[in-house]
């Protein structure tokens, strides 16, 4: 047998006329399955969130249950009508239910009490299968179920059958105890044996058939809002307390038991006062004794620290003699050293005069000849210049003769000539100083314009960079207002189409990807000022971008995923090639001690300042610790400004732990500079140009403010860049100009410097012609010759005679210079032989000082030794005492002197004769030792003392258990009359639809509802009835339905069932029957509700913007 759908659909898709339900074909298993819809069906792989609440039943399959082989019955998630005729196996899907999810037989309200009795005739077992929904918040056990629960109960004639749990295609079943079942039920609020929650036809029928049903109406109200269990807590507190105060009673009367035993042992042990008298001597001696032996080891401590005291003065003395000793020795050997470093020294100066003087020697005789060759030279220089002389005289005469001839005939034109030639000449030199000058001018003109050029350039690429930041900002105002701010489209271009293909592929992953980490972060209120400096921080694009996975195998099926997603821009890196995962296992959210920084909260100079990771919110706990491993937030400082943070870090002197809580790494600012924290202060660490996208900037006027004033600030630069190139523009065509018309100036100068030489050589040429002139000029040019032979002949002259007074000099003074370096060399043979005399008298001193320190060496290793033995012996005796003086003191007390100074021997002594003396005087009490009597006289104290505390303690456990239920029965009687009125009003409300009017009347005390209803409430002298029978049967299942509809207000159940709500109800009343029931499931859309009725809906559900579904059951053959 199979149960289909009335009207397959979606619940968001127009609804199919009513008219268009079909019946089911014949068979058990034939026909094809019905059509499942999306809320119903189970989920697939990329199916949307779940809409509804968990424990909603998707599906209810049995197999031989009562009249049924085999049924399975689709349920929708919301609304469903079950229809059929009487007989068609409706009921069996209710107690379905109600056994599949362990309740008792007699939940059902029919005479058994076994589910045996539902096995179909003829078979030996029944089976029953409800799927339950698991998919929403809060899952029962998601691992071992995922999204559907599969509760399996099987029922066997011979034996009791047995639970089973499953997901919901079958795998991970697993067999399970009535109490797991029972668990689940609790887990998802199911109260299928609530008559409120499943209404049967019999619980129905007891309700309001009969007078005496008062006490049912009023347990009804309790169970429909969840008071039932408070009532039974408060129950069995109510027991506890009178089961304690019976504990108290007993306690108070075995007391003076416990009381009389404590006094007659005390009384016993006060009676042996002897022989307490003997304990207090005995022990006095003990701790004597105890003591004694301490100070025997202590005495020869003393004696071992005396000698240790000694040895470490002698070690003391024999240091300080050695020490000097020392000195003494240093100071001789340096003084030795001393003067064996000025004997060498002088040695080293002898050597050298003595060879200086050789040389000198050498050099003396080399000037002598010298001497003799210089005066040969001046003598021949003095003959040559001697005939020179007279031939410069003949020269002379003759020259005297041709220039009184020329003088008178061409004295004038000379002078006229010479004249023009040094104007010309003149005028040469002008004419060059000032092409050097414009030269030098055209020069210094070019470097300013190769300047000039480069700072064009400069201002060129500085407009180029402005441009482009411009034209930057307005792309990302652009893109803000047409993205909407879709953070994963700000992450990457192809970040939203990897997403959806990760949801698609969910179930192909052993562990669903989280990422991109930016999706899970969002700034807290109040902090959106630091969303750049936190998305720096976070490692930008880059790091927002990230993905995590805890096996090898996700990151493979990710990074395949991204290769096959549709290419991009073409100027933007494709996804996958940029694409990071970071691979770690899951685990908690890392505790809040765990990434402390220490640093920062002892230090008030730091802990005004936030941390990145107190400004940010990380909905999932994996990618919150994936954040904390990759970027450390706890360790970044976030602070306004650059000044702020290296003043706050100069207050700070931070330190920085070895091995210790994280400390603080780096401090970022407002604009996302990141700066990195060393010993030496903060060090700029800039992000890269487009790592920082705005991804964490959820406020988008804000944002939008910031990009608009950063055009702002853009477009300013960008006019001033412009300005600067234009004026560099302008400077360059002045240079430009300047340099043209100095060219030009150059080139005339030139010209007339081309003419000047020209005139100059033209007045040389003219002044040459005459032939007297050139005679004269030959004359002067002999003469001229003459006399340079002259000079050079006297100098030659002057020269060898100044060599000779120069050697001869030179002589006298390698002369003198030889006598010093003579003397000079007998000196420092007087003193090396001083020096000689002085080291060896310094040698025997340094010999006997060093054997005098060999022997304040050996005195001090002695006394050395001396003092490690006393000091071992010493340390042996102090940790002897060390670990003797605690159990001393543990033992008897504070330390005890004796005043006869006895040895540890001679008190032993006395201890044995006094326990002699204490066994003599224990005969006479039986044989009982002070101790036994004290320990018998203390346990009874104690067995007292307790009793009456263990007394006092449950009074009191008694009085504050009182109190408490005292309050909350006052507080479940509050409840119990606020939810009666509540129903009151629901139970008449719901009755003024048909005309009629009711009430509900409450006696809290006694704990009964009576019911009273008025059938023309606009009829003040209508008669009304507390008494059901006096209804008709549609007045009655109207009232019934009302009564139960008010007590839905309560529950909380996922699902409610009510079985043929509408018997003996007319078309009046059904149809205002199913608006009330469709009005309330209007109102709680994420909860079930299952209808069962034996007539055809048809008719009031025809029209309906939103149909239920509808399941029509075979008719009976």
Same mark, same amino acid.
């Given at each position: 047998?199979?149960?289909?759908?009335?009207?397959?659909?979606?619940?968001?898709?127009?609804a199919?006329?009513?008219?268009d339900?079909?019946?089911?074909?014949?068979?058990e298993?034939?026909?094809?399955?019905?059509?499942?819809?999306?809320?119903?069906?189970?989920?697939?792989?990329?199916?949307?969130?779940?809409?509804?609440?968990?424990?909603?039943?998707?599906?209810?399959?049995?197999e031989?249950?009562?009249n049924?082989?085999h049924?399975?019955?689709?349920?929708?998630?919301?609304?469903?009508?079950?229809?059929?005729?009487?007989?068609?196996?409706k009921?069996?899907?209710?107690l379905?239910?109600?056994?599949?999810?362990?309740?008792?037989?007699?939940?059902?309200?029919?005479?058994?009490?076994?589910?045996k009795?539902?096995i179909? %005739?003829?078979?030996?077992?029944?089976c029953?299968?409800?799927?339950?929904?698991?998919?929403?918040?809060?899952?029962y056990?998601?691992?071992?179920?995922?999204?559907?629960?599969?509760?399996? %109960?099987?029922?066997?004639?011979?034996g009791?059958?047995?639970?089973?749990?499953?997901?919901?295609?079958?795998?991970?079943?697993?067999?399970?105890?009535?109490?797991?079942?029972?668990?689940?039920?609790e %887990?998802?609020?199911?109260?299928?044996?609530?008559p409120?929650?499943v209404l049967?036809?019999?619980?129905?029928?007891k309700?309001?058939?009969?007078?005496?049903?008062?006490?049912?109406?009023?347990?009804?109200?309790?169970e429909?809002?969840n008071?039932?269990?408070?009532?039974?807590k408060?129950?069995?507190?109510?027991?506890?307390?009178?089961?304690a105060?019976?504990?108290?009673e &007993?306690?108070?009367a075995?007391?003076?038991?416990?009381?009389?035993?404590?006094?007659?042992?005390k009384?016993?042990?006060?009676g042996?006062?002897?022989?307490?008298?003997?304990?207090?001597?005995?022990?006095?001696?003990?701790?004597?004794?105890?003591w004694?032996?301490?100070a025997?080891?202590?005495k020869?401590?003393?004696?071992?620290?005396?000698?240790?005291?000694?040895?470490e003065?002698?070690?003391?003395?024999?240091?300080?003699?050695?020490?000097?000793?020392r000195?003494?020795?240093?100071?001789?050997?340096?003084?030795?050293?001393e003067?064996?470093?000025?004997?060498?020294?002088?040695?080293?100066?002898?050597?050298d005069?003595?060879?200086?003087?050789?040389?000198?020697?050498?050099?003396?005789n080399?000037?002598?000849?010298?001497?003799?060759?210089?005066?040969?030279?001046?003598?021949?220089a003095?003959?040559?210049?001697?005939?020179?002389?007279?031939?410069?005289?003949?020269?002379?005469?003759?020259l005297?003769?041709?220039?009184?001839?020329?003088?008178k005939?061409?004295?004038?034109?000379?002078?006229?000539?010479?004249?023009?030639?040094?104007?010309?000449?003149?005028?040469v030199?002008?004419?060059?100083?000032?092409?050097?000058?414009k030269?030098?001018?055209?020069?210094?003109s070019k470097?300013?314009?190769?300047?000039?050029?480069?700072?064009?350039?400069a201002?060129?690429a500085?407009?180029?960079?402005a441009e482009?930041r411009?034209?930057?900002?307005?792309?990302?105002?652009?893109?803000?207002?047409?993205?909407?701010?879709d953070?994963?489209?700000?992450?990457?271009?192809?970040?939203?189409?990897?997403?959806?293909?990760v949801?698609k592929?969910?179930?192909?992953?052993?562990?669903?990807p989280?990422?991109?980490?930016g999706?899970y972060?969002?700034m807290?209120?109040?902090k959106?000022?630091?969303?750049?400096?936190?998305?720096?921080?976070?490692?930008?694009?880059?790091?927002?971008?990230?993905?995590?996975?805890?096996?090898?195998?996700?990151?493979?099926?990710l990074?395949?995923?991204?290769?096959?997603?549709?290419?991009g821009?073409?100027?933007?890196?494709?996804?996958?090639?940029?694409l990071?995962?970071?691979?770690?296992?899951?685990e908690?959210?890392?505790?809040?001690?765990?990434?402390?920084?220490?640093?920062?909260?002892?230090?008030p100079?730091?802990?005004?300042?936030?941390?990145?990771?107190e400004?940010?919110?990380?909905?999932?706990?994996?990618?919150?610790n994936?954040?904390?491993?990759?970027?450390?937030?706890?360790?970044?400082?976030?602070?306004?400004?650059e000044e702020e943070?290296?003043?706050?870090?100069?207050k700070?002197?931070?330190?920085?732990?070895q091995?210790?809580p994280?400390?603080?790494?780096?401090?970022?600012?407002?604009?996302?500079t990141?700066?990195?924290?060393?010993?030496?202060?903060?060090?700029?660490?800039?992000?890269?140009?487009?790592?920082?996208?705005?991804?964490?900037?959820?406020?988008?006027?804000?944002?939008?403010?910031?990009?608009?004033?950063q055009?702002?600030?853009?477009?300013?630069?960008?006019?001033?860049?412009?300005?600067?190139?234009?004026?560099a523009?302008?400077?360059k065509e002045?240079?430009?100009?300047?340099?043209?018309?100095g060219?030009?100036e150059?080139?005339?100068l030139?010209?007339?410097?081309?003419?000047?030489?020209?005139?100059?050589?033209?007045?040389v040429?003219?002044g040459?012609?005459?032939?007297?002139?050139?005679?004269?000029?030959?004359?002067?040019?002999?003469?001229?010759?003459?006399?340079?032979?002259?000079?050079v002949?006297?100098?030659?002259?002057a020269?060898?005679q100044?060599?000779?007074?120069k050697?001869?000099?030179?002589?006298?003074?390698r002369?003198?210079?030889?006598?010093?370096?003579?003397?000079?060399?007998?000196?420092?043979?007087?003193?090396?032989?001083?020096?000689s005399?002085?080291?060896d008298?310094?040698?025997?001193?340094?010999?006997?000082?060093?054997?005098?320190?060999?022997?304040f060496?050996?005195?001090?290793?002695?006394?050395?030794a001396?003092?490690?033995?006393a000091?071992?012996?010493? &340390?042996?005796l102090?940790?002897?005492?060390?670990?003797?003086?605690?159990?001393?003191?543990?033992?008897?007390?504070?330390?005890?002197?004796?005043p006869?100074?006895?040895?540890?021997?001679?008190?032993?002594r006395?201890?044995?004769?006094?326990?002699?003396?204490?066994?003599?005087?224990?005969?006479?009490?039986?044989?009982?030792?002070?101790?036994?009597l004290?320990?018998?006289?203390?346990?009874?104290?104690?067995?007292?003392?307790?009793?009456?505390?263990?007394?006092?303690?449950?009074?009191?456990?008694?009085?504050?258990?009182?109190?408490?239920?005292?309050?909350?029965?006052?507080?479940?009687?509050?409840s119990c009359?606020?939810?009666?009125?509540?129903?009151?009003?629901d139970f008449?409300?719901?009755?003024?639809?048909?005309?009629?009017?009711?009430n509900?009347?409450?006696n809290?005390?006694?704990?009964?509802?009576?019911?009273q209803?008025?059938r023309?409430?606009?009829?003040?002298?209508?008669?009304?009835?507390?008494?059901?029978?006096?209804?008709?049967?549609?007045?009655?299942?109207f009232?019934?339905?009302?009564?139960?509809?008010?007590?839905?207000?309560f529950?909380?159940?996922?699902?409610?069932?009510?079985?043929?709500?509408?018997?003996?109800?007319?078309d009046?009343?059904?149809k205002i029957?199913?608006?009330?029931?469709?009005?309330?499931?209007?109102?709680?859309?994420?909860r079930?509700?299952?209808?069962?009725?034996?007539q055809d809906?048809?008719?009031?559900?025809?029209?309906?913007?939103?149909?239920?579904?509808v399941?029509?059951?075979?008719?009976?053959?």
């Open positions: 047998e199979r149960a289909t759908t009335g009207m397959p659909r979606k619940r968001a898709e127009p199919t006329p009513v008219e339900l079909d019946d089911v074909s014949d068979g298993t034939g026909g094809s399955a019905p059509k499942r819809s999306k809320s119903g069906g189970r989920k697939g792989p990329a199916s949307a969130p779940q809409e509804y609440e968990n424990g909603v039943v998707r599906e209810v399959v049995v031989n249950f009562m049924h082989s049924l399975r019955v689709e349920l929708d998630p919301h609304v469903n009508f079950i229809v059929g005729k009487n007989g068609s196996g009921s069996a899907v209710v379905a239910l109600q056994a599949g999810l362990g309740c008792k037989a007699q939940a059902s309200g029919k005479n058994t009490s076994t589910h009795n539902y179909k %005739h003829g078979a030996d077992s029944a029953i299968k409800i799927h339950i929904a698991n998919g929403g918040g809060d899952p056990r998601p691992d071992d179920f995922g999204e559907t629960v599969v509760v399996e %109960h099987r029922i066997e004639k011979v009791g059958g047995g639970y089973y749990l499953s997901r919901g295609d079958g795998s991970g079943r697993m067999k399970v105890n009535k109490g797991e079942v029972s668990r689940l039920c %887990h998802f609020n199911i109260k299928a044996d609530n409120c929650a049967t036809q019999e619980h129905a029928k309700f309001l058939h009969g007078n005496n049903n008062e006490v049912t109406l009023y347990d009804f109200f309790l429909a809002s008071l039932k269990d408070m009532k039974e408060h129950q069995q507190t109510l027991s506890m307390i009178e089961k105060k019976a504990d108290v &007993a306690a108070e075995k007391l003076p038991t416990y009381e009389e035993a404590a006094a007659k042992a009384a016993e042990y006060d042996a006062v002897a022989l307490k008298r003997m304990d207090a001597q005995l022990e006095e001696l003990n701790k004597v004794a105890m004694a032996c301490i025997e080891r202590e020869r401590l003393e004696a071992q620290s005396a000698a240790e005291a000694a040895a003065a002698d070690l003391r003395k024999n240091t300080q003699e050695h020490s000097a000793a000195d003494e020795f240093k100071a001789q050997e340096k003084a030795l050293q003067a064996q470093a000025e004997a060498d020294d002088l040695m080293k100066q002898a050597q005069a003595s060879s200086s003087g050789k040389a000198l020697l050498e050099a003396q080399k000037r002598k000849k010298s001497i003799k060759l210089a005066q040969r030279a001046a003598t021949t003095r003959d040559e210049g001697q005939t020179l002389e007279e031939q410069i005289t003949q020269a002379k005469l003759r005297d003769g041709y220039l009184e001839d020329l003088e005939n061409q004295q004038t034109q000379r002078a006229a000539l010479e004249r023009d030639r040094l104007e010309a000449e003149e005028e030199a002008a004419l060059q100083r000032a092409i050097g000058e030269q030098q001018a055209l020069q210094a470097r300013q314009h190769d300047a000039a050029m480069e700072g064009i350039e201002s060129r500085e407009v180029t960079d482009r411009l034209q930057q900002i307005a792309d990302d105002r652009r893109g803000l207002d047409r993205d909407s701010f953070v994963s489209k700000r992450l990457h271009p192809q970040m939203p189409e990897l997403i959806a293909a949801k592929n969910e179930r192909s992953f052993r562990s669903p989280i990422g991109p980490l999706s972060v969002k807290k209120a109040g959106e000022e630091f969303a750049k400096a936190a998305e720096a921080a976070l490692g930008g694009l880059r790091g927002l971008s990230q993905f995590v996975v805890a096996e090898k195998e996700d990151e493979e099926l990074r395949r995923l991204a290769h096959g997603l549709k290419p821009p073409p100027s933007v890196p494709s996804l996958s090639s940029v990071r995962v970071f691979k770690r296992p899951r908690a959210r890392f505790s809040a001690r765990r990434i402390e920084v220490t640093q920062r909260a002892q230090n100079h730091l802990a005004r300042f936030d941390v990145v990771l400004v940010i919110n990380v909905e999932d706990d994996h990618a919150f994936a954040i904390v491993d990759l970027s450390q937030p706890e360790a970044r400082l976030l602070i306004p400004t943070a290296r003043e706050a870090l100069h700070t002197r931070l330190k920085f732990p091995g210790g994280t400390r603080v790494q780096s401090v970022v600012i407002e604009n996302g990141t700066y990195a924290v060393d010993k030496q202060g903060l060090e700029e660490r800039r992000p890269l140009e487009g790592q920082v996208g705005n991804v964490l900037c959820a406020d988008v006027s804000h944002l939008k403010r910031d990009l608009e004033k055009q702002r600030e853009a477009a300013e630069e960008l006019k001033q860049c412009k300005a600067r190139l234009t004026e523009e302008r400077a002045r240079d430009v100009k300047s340099e043209v018309a060219k030009k150059v080139k005339t030139q010209k007339q410097l081309s003419d000047a030489k020209a005139r100059a050589r033209q007045a040429e003219q040459e012609f005459d032939p007297a002139a050139q005679e004269i000029e030959e004359s002067r040019s002999e003469i001229a010759s003459l006399e340079s032979s002259l000079r002949e006297q100098e030659k002259l020269k060898a100044a060599e000779v007074t050697l001869e000099a030179a002589l006298g003074d002369r003198n210079e030889t006598s010093e370096v003579q003397e000079r060399f007998s000196r420092l043979n007087e003193l090396i032989n001083e020096k005399s002085e080291v008298a310094l040698t025997g001193p340094v010999s006997r000082a060093k054997h005098g320190l060999r022997k060496e050996r005195a001090g290793n002695e006394a050395k001396a003092r490690d033995a000091k071992k012996e010493g &340390a042996r102090r940790d002897e005492i060390d670990r003797l003086l605690p159990e001393v003191e543990a033992a008897v007390g504070e330390r005890v002197e004796d006869q100074q006895r040895s540890e021997e001679e008190i032993k006395e201890i044995e004769k006094l326990q002699a003396r204490q066994r003599k005087q224990e005969k006479k009490h039986g044989g009982k030792t002070l101790s036994s004290e320990e018998l006289a203390r346990k009874t104290q104690e067995v007292s003392v307790r009793k009456r505390e263990e007394l006092d303690g449950i009074k009191l456990t008694t009085k504050g258990t009182q109190e408490n239920f005292d309050e909350r029965y006052k507080f479940w009687r509050k009359k606020a939810k009666g009125k509540q129903a009151a009003l008449n409300g719901r009755l003024t639809r048909k005309g009629h009017a009711g509900l009347d409450f809290h005390r006694e704990e009964k509802l009576s019911l209803v008025v023309n409430s606009q009829d003040a002298h209508a008669a009304g009835t507390t008494d059901a029978r006096n209804l008709s049967g549609g007045e009655r299942s009232t019934t339905l009302a009564f139960e509809l008010s007590m839905w207000e529950m909380e159940t996922p699902f409610r069932v009510l079985d043929e709500f509408d018997v003996f109800m007319d009046t009343y059904r029957a199913v608006d009330a029931l469709l009005e309330l499931t209007s109102t709680q859309q994420h079930q509700f299952i209808f069962l009725t034996p809906m048809h008719p009031f559900l025809k029209g309906r913007a939103n149909p239920p579904h399941i029509k059951m075979k008719d009976v053959r």
